[in-house]
């Protein structure tokens, strides 16, 4: 499986892996799951229309994602009602795809692996963008690291400082929209959701510091990827599968061990940000 | 006079029965998905709703691949992912949408795993998008009854509970403080809701399940407080929506030079859309903000870490 035509595969997930690891940290310590979800899939139907207009699929995913990125933030804060907003942003992107979709009958190959995620699916010329937004959401990250932190921990301390909140949050959703447009080649627009997920979330249940938790989130994450593409490549099967099997088994892990551990030891003296036992 | 109407509604509409059928299968679902959606949306479970559609279309394709009837595998995935969601449950929002993101995923894998068996074993090409996109006009009448009666059942469960889920939506604790059993209900609300995201997604497609589910309730709640306005609210924007966006499907094969049309689906999350945004016209402050919405539950307002 380590044949020159897999090369590209096991390269992009590993720039794959610690951008979602890295930014899903930051999406289950806000709560934003629903937007994880809604912005790649949102940015699926930005691919159809580049797909019909016969221009890459990477810029028209990359277009959409920002597109439902702002769509959220900003009807969200208009409304006030963020998962309302998601939802409804969802939804109109959706159905945009589903009207470019209807245009075209050459693209039924293509859905599914933009869905789910294809094995082999990797071009070489895919590799430097791919490396490019990554940095890009690294970097992004690193440099908003203080604000985002403390607007997602603590916001009202964060407003005394000068953080605003809703600067920050659109701010965030650009990051997001900018990795997911970035991981959809090896994952999926489906699952890549669940790779900023799962990994994190159990990252979180292991450990409360949060330069532990982002390094733990970065390997679990690499860790399920990797073994998702070697299942799907010796069985055939859709790498997305595994991806989203193996995301809840280590969610299912981490809340395991943590309630675990809550009731064989005495409570620590308190850390900087606190794990419920409920796993958030 | 006539050249007007039909301008309007081109020729043939009334008299179609693919139109009566999306017509009437649509209007039913809508309204179900209305009623159920004024307490989703209150309960701030608009994710919930939606990944039950997907885990819904999961089941679709399961459906599919082991031969089993559309409705067991619409509705049968829909309620066991409902209830693994209530299982994992935590009470806290933020551990919820956790919860409900980790079981879509799981259920997203799954349909990779069906669509794929399935294409491989069969032929189903377009079954990706069939899955996904649903439409409504090719679902055939006999599908009406089993709806009927599935609906009539999620309806009737939220008759039954709607006013101790009323309070156990607005708070929790006084529920339970007067006796209310704050988990069955919740259980009671997520099995109905199941049932009509499983039968909306069958019918008129994953994207109309969540559209009709959250848009006409959020629209509705916009503009009034009232329990028995929002309900009807809804469910009248949500028939209006449907049936305007067939119209405008049905009208839009006549227009350009393709005759080509556009998805009926596309036209109702238009509408919808349209009509959510209205309510956000500058002048106009919302009648029921967050923060004083009955069921805003802790920690549901983003950014709220309750640490």
Request: some cysteine; overall charge positive.
């Amino acid at each position: 499986m380590f044949a020159s035509f897999m090369i590209n595969t096991w390269a992009v997930a590993t720039i794959v892996a610690p951008v979602a690891g890295v930014t899903g940290f930051f999406v289950v310590l806000r709560g934003s799951a629903f937007p994880a979800h809604a912005i790649p899939k949102g940015a699926f139907a930005g691919a159809a229309g580049a797909a019909l207009l016969g221009i890459s699929t990477l810029l028209g995913l990359a277009v959409f994602s920002l597109l439902g990125a702002l769509g959220i933030g900003i009807l969200g804060r208009r409304h006030g009602r963020h998962d309302v907003a998601t939802a409804l942003t969802l939804v109109m992107m959706l159905a945009l795809g589903a009207a470019f979709l209807s245009r075209t009958t050459e693209y039924e190959p293509e859905i599914y692996s933009l869905l789910f995620g294809e094995v082999l699916g990797v071009s070489s010329a895919e590799l430097l963008p791919v490396a490019i937004l990554g940095a890009l959401c690294i970097v992004a990250v690193t440099a908003l690291y203080r604000p985002l932190t403390l607007a997602s921990a603590v916001p009202g301390i964060a407003e005394a400082r000068g953080v605003r909140s809703h600067r920050i949050e659109i701010c965030f959703l650009i990051v997001v929209a900018l990795a997911t447009a970035m991981t959809v080649p090896v994952v999926g627009a489906l699952l890549i959701f669940s790779l900023m997920i799962g990994p994190p979330a159990a990252a979180r249940s292991l450990t409360s510091q949060p330069a532990r938790a982002i390094a733990l989130s970065v390997a679990i994450a690499l860790v399920t990827v990797w073994a998702a593409i070697a299942a799907s490549y010796l069985s055939s099967w859709p790498v997305g599968f595994f991806v989203g099997t193996l995301s809840a088994l280590s969610y299912a892990t981490g809340r395991s061990w943590a309630a675990w551990h809550h009731t064989h030891t005495a409570p620590a003296a308190a850390p900087a940000l606190r794990t419920a036992p409920d796993g958030t | 006079m006539h050249e007007l109407f039909t301008w309007v509604v081109e020729p043939g509409f009334f008299t179609s029965e693919p139109v009566r059928t999306a017509a009437v299968l649509g209007g039913v679902v809508a309204v179900v998905s209305a009623v159920v959606g004024v307490f989703t949306v209150m309960r701030g479970q608009s994710f919930g709703g939606h990944a039950l559609g997907d885990v819904a279309a999961a089941g679709g394709s399961g459906a599919l691949l082991f031969g089993l009837s559309p409705v067991t595998g619409f509705v049968g995935l829909s309620v066991v992912g409902a209830g693994v969601m209530d299982m994992i449950g935590v009470a806290r929002v933020r551990g919820r949408d956790l919860a409900t993101g980790i079981v879509l995923g799981g259920a997203i894998g799954l349909s990779a795993l069906f669509l794929y068996l399935g294409t491989t074993a069969g032929a189903t090409t377009g079954a990706t998008q069939q899955v996904l996109f649903g439409s409504i006009f090719t679902t055939t009448s006999t599908t009406i009854p089993v709806v009927v009666t599935f609906s009539v059942l999620a309806l009737g469960a939220i008759a039954v509970i709607w006013r101790p889920l009323l309070l156990a939506t607005a708070s929790p604790d006084i529920a339970a403080a007067r006796g209310v059993p704050v988990r069955l209900v919740g259980l009671v609300y997520m099995s109905a809701l199941a049932v009509a995201v499983g039968l909306s997604s069958l019918t008129i497609g994953a994207i109309l399940s969540t559209a009709l589910l959250i848009g006409p309730a959020a629209t509705a709640l916009r503009l009034t407080r009232r329990m028995s306005s929002a309900l009807l609210l809804a469910a009248v924007t949500g028939v209006a929506a449907t049936w305007l966006g067939i119209l405008l499907a049905y009208d839009s094969y006549y227009w350009g030079a393709t005759h080509q049309g556009l998805p009926v689906s596309f036209f109702i999350v238009a509408v919808i859309f349209a009509a959510y945004l209205l309510t956000g016209l500058p002048g106009r402050r919302t009648a029921a903000r967050p923060r004083e919405t009955a069921a805003q539950a802790p920690g549901a307002t983003r950014g709220q870490i309750t640490a």
